[in-house]
């Protein structure tokens, strides 16, 4: 089992910026990629990062690409994800999730553990 809790999540305005982490417990966490999911109102639940088990290999959605940065602390057991010009299209639940797939997951389907999510809002 994988304790996932996420933190940092708030209000923020238009081109902001915020940085969300994501604490593990339990058994060995760098033996998971990890992968950031966001969903918003009305919409699936889509992938925003993923990050290896040692961090040399990273994932960013097309609309994130530049702007988001995902790494890995895996003597703190924690995974950030620092967000620089937010839009308000970014609002959404973030969640981080634990995969046993190499080097991450893509669907949602191939994370094993989820943490309960933070709230991102962004205002125009």
């Known amino acids: 089992q994988v304790q996932l809790v996420e933190s940092g999540g708030g209000l923020v305005q238009d081109g902001g910026s915020l940085r969300l982490s994501c604490a593990a417990s339990?058994?060995?966490?760098?033996?998971?990629?990890m992968g950031w999911f966001r969903q918003a109102p009305g919409k699936e639940r889509e992938i925003v990062s993923a990050?290896?088990?040692?961090?040399?290999?990273?994932y960013y959605a097309d609309s994130v690409k530049g702007r988001f940065t995902i790494s890995r602390d895996n003597a703190k057991n924690t995974v950030y994800l620092q967000m620089n010009s937010l839009k308000p299209e970014d609002t959404a639940i973030y969640y981080c999730?634990?995969?046993?797939?190499?080097?991450?997951?893509?669907?949602?389907?191939?994370?094993?553990?989820w943490g309960q999510g933070t709230q991102v809002t962004v205002s125009s």
């Open positions: 990050i290896s088990w040692s961090g040399s290999i990273t």
């Open positions: 999730a634990a995969s046993s797939r190499f080097p991450y997951g893509s669907r949602w389907y191939e994370y094993n553990y």
């Open positions: 339990g058994r060995t966490f760098n033996s998971y990629a």
